[in-house]
């Protein structure tokens, strides 16, 4: 999508994704001035981990002492880092490294107009990057509104919720003044607003997996609410407790919580317990400091076995780039395969390394092709997407398909589309090879 506004074509015109533009506007910005270079993405992605981390440890610091604070921003660190989400920035890094920031400035005492207008140009750019932290921004607004009127007890109490609305409005006019100039407005509508809300409505995950994500959560609150540790008076408190809370209720409202949507929580969440800590525990730390440091050295063992990886794969294969992602495009290309009408059902970062066009506009992110519920937003000429996987078998005509080693090549709910799709591989396709943990498949010459 980053490559595609790179090229000429605006978000949701040639290709389409479910997010907000300026995820896309920052990928482009790496791509257009760096080109295409892993190198420079995962550098920025410390650059924004590194953001998010450091403000944190500000956030921290506001109620507890400096080394409760660097523990807490060694811990964001590396829960950030989890989850699978090392190998890239996923779009809740570059949102928390607007949305952290802005939660600290709201703690801070010092008042002024500047000060509410960044803020709300931070949460702006947030939301523009993850729409689902629109119910952080609406509670941290009302937060405002409440804190401003305890603070000023006149009129002047509804300037700084204003001057916070107003900069988070900058931004999103911004997002929205390209389409409006295009005369595509309700492309930027249907596919910015209510494609994610019809999405959220469609797809949910059982209440139970819901509950064993975020019942950590909820039962930390509560425990400290019952112990008294939680003072709603101190209005750092408030705001932090405010963004967990705006989180929770997206996930809930949401319908689903993936490993890498915590990333969202984990700031304000390391920050609370950093002022718990501090409350309850603080003259009886230093004994547990041996255990910390055991503790933060052991957590990151997802990172070190990446970190193996990639010097196996440098002494293996002469390159410290590894994953499917990578290694099938340069299959193709060392093999001299056409790449016009390759179907990536996965690793479809392959599109982008081999300068080639998903087969259909749904099929930019393949998950997508499925995902009827969001058709309308780009005007899908297919009204299924059981309609929209069979144009691309049998109407596009795949030369090759791509998929990954004993897995399914979708959701296991979706029992229909597995069925078909493997039948298909069957009739119309051979397996050519396997690339690490991918299957290539081409298309037979039928008579």
Same mark, same amino acid.
């Given at each position: 999508?980053?490559?595609?506004?790179?090229?000429?074509?605006?978000?949701?015109?040639?290709?389409?994704?479910i997010?907000?533009p300026?995820?896309?506007f920052?990928?482009? #910005?790496?791509i257009?001035?760096?080109?295409?270079?892993? *190198?420079a993405?995962? &550098?920025?992605g410390v650059?924004?981990?590194?953001t #998010?981390?450091?403000?944190t /440890?500000?956030?921290a610091? %506001?109620e507890a002492?400096?080394s409760?604070a660097?523990?807490?921003?060694?811990l $964001?660190?590396?829960?950030?880092s989890?989850?699978?989400? &090392?190998?890239?920035i996923m779009?809740?890094h570059?949102?928390m490294?607007?949305?952290t920031p802005?939660?600290?400035?709201m703690v801070?005492?010092?008042n002024?107009? /500047?000060?509410?207008?960044?803020i709300?140009?931070?949460v702006? $750019?947030?939301?523009?990057?993850?729409?689902n932290l629109?119910?952080v921004?609406l509670?941290?607004?009302?937060?405002?509104?409440w804190?401003?009127?305890?603070?000023?007890?006149?009129?002047?109490?509804?300037?700084?919720p204003?001057? !916070?609305?107003?900069?988070?409005?900058?931004i999103?006019?911004? $997002?929205?003044l390209? !389409?409006?100039?295009d005369?595509?407005?309700? @492309?930027?509508?249907?596919?910015?607003?209510?494609?994610?809300l019809? !999405?959220?409505g469609?797809?949910?995950?059982?209440?139970?997996?819901?509950?064993a994500?975020?019942?950590?959560?909820i039962?930390?609150?509560?425990?400290?609410w019952?112990?008294?540790?939680l003072?709603?008076k101190?209005?750092n408190?408030?705001f932090?407790?405010?963004?967990?809370f705006?989180?929770l @209720?997206?996930?809930?409202k949401?319908?689903?919580?993936?490993?890498?949507?915590?990333?969202l929580?984990?700031?304000?969440i390391?920050?609370?317990?950093?002022?718990l800590?501090k409350?309850?525990? #603080?003259?009886?730390?230093?004994?547990?400091?041996?255990?910390? #440091?055991?503790?933060?050295f052991?957590i990151p063992? %997802?990172s070190y076995?990446e970190?193996?990886?990639?010097?196996?794969?440098?002494? +293996?294969?002469g390159s410290?780039?590894?994953?499917e992602?990578?290694?099938?495009?340069?299959?193709f290309?060392? /093999?001299?395969?056409n790449?016009?009408?390759?179907?990536f059902a +996965?690793?479809?970062?392959?599109?982008?390394?081999?300068?080639?066009k998903?087969?259909?506009?749904?099929?930019?992110?393949?998950s997508?092709i @499925?995902?009827?519920?969001?058709?309308?937003? /780009?005007?899908n000429p297919?009204?299924?997407?059981?309609k %929209?996987?069979?144009? *691309?078998i049998?109407?596009?005509?795949?030369?090759?398909?791509v998929?990954?080693k004993?897995r399914?090549?979708?959701d296991?709910?979706?029992?229909?589309?597995n069925f078909?799709i493997?039948?298909?591989?069957l009739?119309? !396709?051979?397996?050519l090879?396997?690339v690490?943990?991918?299957? *290539?498949? +081409?298309?037979?010459?039928?008579?």
């Amino acid at each position: 999508m980053g490559q595609s506004w790179v090229d000429g074509y605006l978000p949701f015109t040639e290709l389409w994704d479910i997010k907000p533009p300026l995820i896309f506007f920052f990928f482009g #910005s790496i791509i257009y001035f760096f080109g295409k270079s892993f *190198i420079a993405i995962r &550098l920025i992605g410390v650059l924004l981990v590194t953001t #998010s981390s450091f403000f944190t /440890y500000k956030l921290a610091k %506001e109620e507890a002492s400096k080394s409760i604070a660097l523990i807490t921003a060694v811990l $964001c660190i590396i829960l950030q880092s989890l989850f699978g989400s &090392l190998q890239g920035i996923m779009s809740e890094h570059i949102a928390m490294a607007f949305m952290t920031p802005a939660i600290w400035l709201m703690v801070t005492t010092k008042n002024s107009i /500047y000060k509410w207008i960044g803020i709300g140009i931070l949460v702006g $750019c947030a939301l523009m990057i993850k729409l689902n932290l629109a119910y952080v921004a609406l509670i941290l607004g009302l937060i405002i509104i409440w804190t401003s009127y305890k603070n000023e007890k006149s009129i002047l109490s509804i300037l700084n919720p204003i001057l !916070y609305g107003l900069g988070a409005l900058v931004i999103i006019v911004i $997002c929205f003044l390209p !389409y409006y100039k295009d005369d595509l407005s309700m @492309l930027w509508w249907k596919s910015v607003v209510e494609a994610p809300l019809a !999405y959220a409505g469609a797809r949910n995950d059982s209440f139970i997996k819901l509950l064993a994500y975020l019942s950590p959560f909820i039962l930390l609150i509560w425990y400290s609410w019952k112990r008294g540790l939680l003072n709603f008076k101190n209005h750092n408190t408030l705001f932090i407790i405010g963004s967990i809370f705006g989180t929770l @209720l997206a996930f809930i409202k949401g319908g689903r919580v993936n490993g890498h949507y915590l990333i969202l929580i984990y700031p304000t969440i390391l920050a609370f317990i950093a002022i718990l800590i501090k409350k309850k525990y #603080s003259l009886r730390l230093k004994k547990f400091i041996p255990f910390i #440091s055991l503790f933060l050295f052991l957590i990151p063992v %997802e990172s070190y076995l990446e970190y193996y990886n990639i010097i196996k794969h440098k002494i +293996e294969r002469g390159s410290v780039f590894n994953g499917e992602g990578i290694t099938v495009p340069k299959y193709f290309k060392d /093999y001299g395969i056409n790449s016009s009408n390759i179907y990536f059902a +996965e690793y479809h970062i392959g599109y982008w390394l081999m300068n080639a066009k998903p087969v259909t506009k749904s099929a930019t992110q393949p998950s997508n092709i @499925l995902k009827d519920e969001m058709f309308f937003a /780009y005007e899908n000429p297919r009204a299924t997407g059981e309609k %929209e996987l069979q144009f *691309i078998i049998e109407q596009k005509s795949p030369s090759h398909i791509v998929t990954r080693k004993n897995r399914r090549v979708f959701d296991k709910k979706e029992y229909k589309a597995n069925f078909y799709i493997n039948l298909q591989l069957l009739k119309l !396709y051979k397996p050519l090879d396997t690339v690490d943990n991918a299957i *290539i498949y +081409e298309r037979l010459k039928l008579k």
